[in-house]
Nanobody
Framework: QVQLVESGGGLVQAGDSLRLSCAAS????????VGWFRRAPGKEREFVQA????????YYTDSVKGRFTISRDNAKNTVYLQMNSLKPEDTAVYYC???????????????WGQGTQVTVSS
């Protein structure tokens, strides 16, 4: 089992930055790829960005290209999502998830956190 806890969400204005953290405990975290997903009000959960087990590869959705950066520190069992130039359409609950493969499908991921709210005002 892997337990995941997200933090770092909040209320910001358009153009601001936030850094989300995903702290893991339990089984060897560095065996897993980690993805960030988000669910906006009234919408389906969508993929944001993911990172391989050793940080050597990342994968992102086009809507966050050039604005969001994922990274990980396996010594701290933590994955980060640096979000810059935030837009109102980035408003959502953000979830991190751990799984065996670097993928954009939420079905690939076995373990999920509870989510952290990000609200971007215009």
């Amino acid at each position: 089992q892997v337990q995941l806890v997200e933090s770092g969400g909040g209320l910001v204005q358009a153009g601001d930055s936030l850094r989300l953290s995903c702290a893991a405990s339990g089984r060897a975290f560095d065996n897993y790829a980690v993805g960030w997903f988000r669910r906006a009000p009234g919408k389906e959960r969508e993929f944001v960005q993911a990172i391989s087990w050793n940080g050597g590869a990342t994968y992102y959705t086009d809507s966050v290209k050039g604005r969001f950066t994922i990274s990980r520190d396996n010594a701290k069992n933590t994955v980060y999502l640096q979000m810059n130039s935030l837009k109102p359409e980035d408003t959502a609950v953000y979830y991190c998830a751990a799984g065996p493969l670097l993928d954009d499908s939420d079905g690939t991921y076995e373990y999920w956190g509870q989510g952290t709210q990000v609200t971007v005002s215009s």
